[in-house]
């Protein structure tokens, strides 16, 4: 059994999310290896880099199916960004690529505002400000928070997927990240 | 949109922080990693390093730099000056960095933007713009190109680039106010968020610039009294312009 494990794809900020982690007292392992996935108290999907980059790079090591069968079992995942993005049906990204499936929904591309929306913004109902970096939004039934009319927050159960990055929302990410952890 | 964001500029030469930075308060006053601890806690909602000298044996020291700072940071960074290749861009992320910053090697090299973009997003990839006299200036000022300031930020978004920094030579280090129609062209014409540069002196010079551009880059305002920064940020509020609210500053 290993603490929190932090899914690899080869693009994602994994450092960044392991020092908020270190910073929590909580020691993480990277791995993309559907054994430790399996395993793990909890895993975090991380967000970094393209969707279809991401999804070639989970399928070579089988990582997607790991997620699956994880969820399947009630384990608890987390995920980030483009991780949060990945684990729906679909998303347009790239030409269009199919993600893990874990949720029903899609990604598209945003057309409102500056794009991409970059920046600090209120999430309901939450209410805490987090920080964002996305040019892709998804639509989802399971939508449990928003942003500017964005969903940004997605859940269903094991897995919770945010559209922000806590790892960089100062306070506020560090005490939405201890909340993953508090069951852990 | 999302809330105006308050960038605090530091530039670092062979791995420590030059150029005025002057508090009682932090016991190395050149160390990027606990300045930008100091500036997080205080209120910058993200932070630019500029590596100002960039010689191929500093971007070891610049790399490790960053990876410490990554270590220590909960709130995102930039990371400009010698960013040359996809390799560099790649040493730099790894490190830990959110975005790297392109100048005069995009300019030298657009297709660079597009090669960075592909491979993580273009919301990792700056492309840092001196302007003066309608075209843009490399090298830090010293060269004059004959590339016109908003065919360039156009083009540089359109090829990837997720945000556009600019910054008026002219008004750089002035202290007196930013280059409020520049901004305006540049964002106008591009459909990326833009961060206004040069010429902060006062917290009404940044709410001015913050009604136009989607965030203000502060460097000298900033580091002549980093304790402030809580204070400018209250300032800058009071103006009427919307920051992230810190319950820890209240």
């Given at each position: 059994m290993s603490d929190v494990?932090?899914?690899d794809y080869g693009a994602g900020n994994t450092r960044s999310v392991r020092a908020a982690l270190t910073h929590l007292g909580v020691t993480s392992v990277v791995s993309s290896d559907p054994t430790m996935i399996a395993d793990g108290e909890l895993v975090i999907l991380p967000g970094v880099g393209s969707a279809r980059s991401a999804m070639d790079h989970l399928e070579s090591t089988g990582a997607d199916q790991a997620l699956r069968d994880r969820f399947a079992t009630g384990s608890p995942i987390l995920g980030i960004c483009l991780g949060?993005?990945?684990a729906l049906d679909h998303s347009d990204e790239d030409g269009g690529v199919?993600?893990?499936g874990l949720l029903r929904g899609s990604v598209h591309l945003i057309t409102e505002g500056r794009v991409p929306r970059l920046g600090w913004a209120i999430v309901e109902p939450w209410g805490d400000a987090?920080?964002?970096?996305?040019?892709y939004a998804a639509t989802c039934p399971h939508s449990v928070a928003t942003s500017e009319g964005v969903t940004v927050a997605v859940e269903r159960g094991a897995f919770l997927g945010v559209q922000f990055h806590p790892e960089k929302s100062g306070s506020a990410g560090l005490a939405f990240l201890e909340r993953c952890l508090s069951p852990v | 949109m999302p809330l105006a964001r308050l960038i605090p500029c530091l530039d670092v030469a062979h791995g420590r922080v030059v150029k005025g930075v002057n508090f009682?308060?932090?016991?190395?006053?050149g160390d990027p990693v606990e300045l930008a601890k100091f500036y997080s806690d205080g209120g910058a909602d993200e932070l630019v390093f500029l590596d100002i000298t960039a010689t191929p044996e500093d971007s070891a020291t610049m790399t490790s730099v960053v990876a410490e700072v990554a270590d220590v940071l909960e709130i995102p960074f930039t990371v400009g000056g010698g960013v040359r290749s996809v390799e560099d861009a790649i040493r730099?992320?790894?490190s830990g960095a959110d975005r790297v910053s392109l100048n005069s090697a995009a300019l030298a090299d657009p297709n660079l933007i597009g090669a960075i973009a592909r491979r993580y997003g273009r919301q990792a990839v700056v492309v840092a713009i001196d302007a003066g006299d309608g075209v843009v200036h490399t090298h830090g000022g010293r060269v004059v190109?004959?590339?016109?300031t908003i065919p360039w930020a156009v083009e540089a978004a359109s090829r990837g680039a997720g945000e556009i920094l600019?910054?008026?030579?002219?008004h750089d280090g002035k202290r007196e106010g930013f280059d409020l129609a520049l901004t305006a062209a540049v964002r106008d014409a591009v459909s990326v968020p833009v961060i206004a540069s040069g010429g902060a002196g006062s917290a009404a010079h940044v709410a001015e610039a913050l009604r136009i551009a989607d965030a203000a880059l502060i460097a000298s305002i900033v580091h002549e009294n980093p304790a402030g920064l809580p204070g400018l940020r209250r300032e800058i509020q009071e103006l009427g312009i919307q920051l992230r609210p810190m319950k820890e500053l209240i």
């Open positions: 494990v932090v899914v949060m993005q990945l199919d993600g893990i987090y920080y964002f970096a996305h040019s | 009682v308060g932090l016991r190395d006053v730099i992320i790894e190109t004959t590339t016109k600019l910054t008026s030579i002219s």
